[in-house]
């Protein structure tokens, strides 16, 4: 029996000894650590995705649902594992038709060069092991270190929530008061930065469908000419991560 697999990550016991990182120790903590932070904790997307083909020590797979992250419905994308020497969790274990769920990172490349491949691309992901990015699955439960360092358990529609209800903590607070601001105007919602700065802007529908990604300097920025609903909107630097729910009516 095939075996259902919600991957955003157990400490796996293919670690090996030429690893050398360390994490937070919950899936919630993972995914908002608290600040100061590092920033190669944070993953880029969270999916749930079906295996489709192997490559080496890597995998390509069919993305079915995006929690979180650019990655689109029924989008192919490639996820290296561990080579041996990797700081990765290995993914070689599924087979074509095996349903994944992942919390992944971009491909930092490593594998080029610690295992002699010229294999890894920039479009690329990786499942790292420097922290918990794996759960879970089966028969519409999710399973593992959640929200703390022993066993929980929670329905499938119970972790969509909690994926939006985790991201949302990691907030950093600027000198008082909230450094990206949200106004309800007669044209609807605006974004706005209390402080002038360049960011990186990410707007998130509920579905997990990218709606917006550009640089941002922090002047008002309207979103009436989306869809009504809730929206995660995503402010990052290299310093900072701050998530916002956001309605539009």
Known sequence: MRKTILLSSILAVHVVHACSCFGPDTFC???APPYPQPEWWLPD????AVVVGEEAYGVDVRIVRS???EVQ???VIRV???CGALCRQYVTGWVAGDTVLWAIQHSDLSGNVICGTELEAPSDYQLS???VYSLDYANGAVSGRITKPTQEEMSIDAFE?????CLSTGIEEAQGQELLQVSQGSGGAVLSLSEPMVVDLAIIDAAGRMCAARVWDGSPYRMDRLPSGVYNVTVRTKEIRLVRKVLVP
């Open 67 to 69: 929690y979180f992250g």
């Open 161 to 165: 929530q909690l994926v939006n209800d």
């Open 73 to 75: 419905h029924e989008e």
């Open 80 to 82: 290296w594992g561990d």
């Open 29 to 31: 903590s993972t995914l």
């Open 129 to 131: 092991v420097c922290g």
């Open 45 to 48: 997307a969270v999916v749930m």
